[in-house]
């Protein structure tokens, strides 16, 4: 794992801890926190695959940057579906 991927899983790691213990706004604000911090995660591999000279680690980075859109978009229907 490249110091930069390591470095941004660790981050996140830690955010999803912190998040969780700090949230006090209920079930769907911590949905929608979770979307957010899974774009923020997306776009950020997609600025590392943008800047990798490595085709396998570009191609990497994409797949995760594609994985975790469709994680934001699962909690964002997550907070769709209990507000119905």
Known sequence: MSDGLFRLVAVYSKSL?????LSLGGPMTDALNRAQR???????????????????KRARYLRMAEYHSKLAEAEEAKHTSARE
């Open 17 to 21: 801890i912190v998040g969780h213990r």
């Open 38 to 56: 899974y774009r923020d995660l997306a776009e950020e591999y997609r600025r590392l695959a943008a800047i990798d000279s490595a085709t396998e």
